[in-house]
Nanobody, 115 residues
Framework: QGQLVESGGGLVQPGGSLRLSCTASGIIWRIYVMGWYRQAPGKQRELVASITGGGSTKYADSVKDRFSITRDNAKNTVYLQMNSLKPEDTAVYYC?????????WGQGTQVTVSL
């Protein structure tokens, strides 16, 4: 069974930066699309960014030009670099690994953007 372990959340002031990490085990890393989702209180979970095994990326319009998703295939780790953070980026961020019917989630990490 796949397992995803996230780290890197925390409290940051508006305009600041954070980097989230997610390390996978128990999956064939290269075939999975890795994604970061977030869920704010009272809102649905939404896709923030995703990256294929070949390195193709997608971003939500709200984070384009501020966030960057990358993956280190040697470490089975995906990163989300978040810059110019805004209060509306406050949410629990979840790592996801998806391939056909296989779908794994991390436990989530809280990101709070506030003065």
């Amino acid at each position: 069974q796949g397992q995803l372990v996230e780290s890197g959340g925390g409290l940051v002031q508006p305009g600041g930066s954070l980097r989230l990490s997610c390390t996978a085990s128990g999956i064939i890393w290269r075939i999975y699309v890795m994604g970061w989702y977030r869920q704010a209180p009272g809102k649905q979970r939404e896709l923030v960014a995703s990256i294929t095994g070949g390195g193709s990326t997608k971003y939500a319009d709200s984070v384009k030009d501020r966030f960057s998703i990358t993956r280190d295939n040697a470490k089975n780790t995906v990163y989300l670099q978040m810059n110019s953070l805004k209060p509306e980026d406050t949410a629990v961020y979840y790592c996801n690994a998806a391939y056909r019917i296989n779908d794994f989630w991390g436990q989530g990490t809280q990101v709070t953007v506030s003065l």
